[in-house]
């Protein structure tokens, strides 16, 4: 099962929704999702194959059990930051990575921006 063409948008849709969340576009084909200008979410773009890395300070080591969720290269992986492709074995992920979004969030943001985002519900 590959990825809906749209998961992708919907992801980055569901980080918009954060406290001053922004797009950040450092290099061509890219519309990763940040907060002050520090990254949080990488996300694919439209045509390319799904893939999402995000910093997860709390669930990187169980996230890297999974087979398709690898340590995000160029060093960052060390920090907590992981990437996942599409599952083929889990029927609906998005939730799962809107956890995560929302765990990279936190670990990027400051606490007032914290402070003024709503609880995760899941």
Do not use: N
Request: hydrophobic share 45%; glycine share 6%; with cysteine.
């Amino acid at each position: 099962m590959s990825a809906p063409a749209d998961a992708a948008d919907a992801l980055r849709a569901f980080g918009l929704t954060y406290p001053e969340a922004h797009l950040k576009s450092p290099w061509p084909g890219h519309a990763d999702l940040a907060v002050k200008d520090k990254t949080f979410a990488y996300l694919s773009v439209s045509g390319d194959p799904f893939s999402l890395s995000c910093k997860l300070p709390f669930t990187a080591a169980e996230a890297l059990e999974m087979p398709f969720v690898q340590p995000t290269g160029y060093g960052l992986g060390k920090s907590g930051w992981v990437t996942a492709s599409w599952p083929e074995d889990i029927a609906d992920p998005l939730p799962m990575f809107r956890a995560w979004i929302d765990e990279s969030y936190r670990a990027q943001a400051s606490k007032k921006l914290i402070a003024l985002a709503p609880a995760f519900a899941g």
